[in-house]
């Protein structure tokens, strides 16, 4: 079990702004270079403006020239294993193969470990866009 990035991933929790749900998630992303991002959820009244914590920990790295990752560790409050959302899912599937391992924290020193191939099976990607465009240009000419 990656033990330093756990522990990470729980501290974060400790930021989270959650009033509404009281439902806290923290994320710590290592770089692959070995630095650690973190983040945690930031709740807003009208809920669609919430930011999740694995895109607030993606974000911190970006912004900071990171483009290269080889370990994501999600956490709750409630240790129930909890995974990135979909949304969350397809913004890593930006920068991360699908065999980016994904540890979530089940309490204790228990984990649910995935890749985020099987959490995400078939993401939308810059390849998937182009081959639409293709299809679309074949069918002009066809016409």
Do not use: W
Request: net charge negative; charged share 25%.
């Amino acid at each position: 079990m990656p033990e330093a990035l756990v522990e990470r991933a729980r501290e974060a929790l400790d930021n989270a702004y959650v009033p509404y749900s009281e439902y806290t998630v923290g994320a710590a992303l290592r770089t692959a270079d070995g630095e650690v991002y973190v983040g945690c959820n930031i709740e807003n009244a009208n809920y669609s403006n919430s930011l999740h914590a694995e895109e607030v920990a993606i974000a911190e790295a970006v912004k900071n020239g990171h483009t290269e990752f080889d370990r994501l560790v999600v956490t709750s409050g409630a240790r129930d294993g909890v995974t990135p959302c979909g949304m969350c899912r397809q913004t890593l599937a930006e920068f991360c193969d699908e065999d980016l391992p994904v540890v979530c924290d089940l309490g204790g020193d228990d984990v649910a470990e995935y890749t985020l191939g099987e959490l995400l099976p078939n993401t939308i990607s810059l390849d998937t866009l182009e081959a639409a465009a293709a299809k679309r240009d074949a069918a002009d000419t066809d016409e």
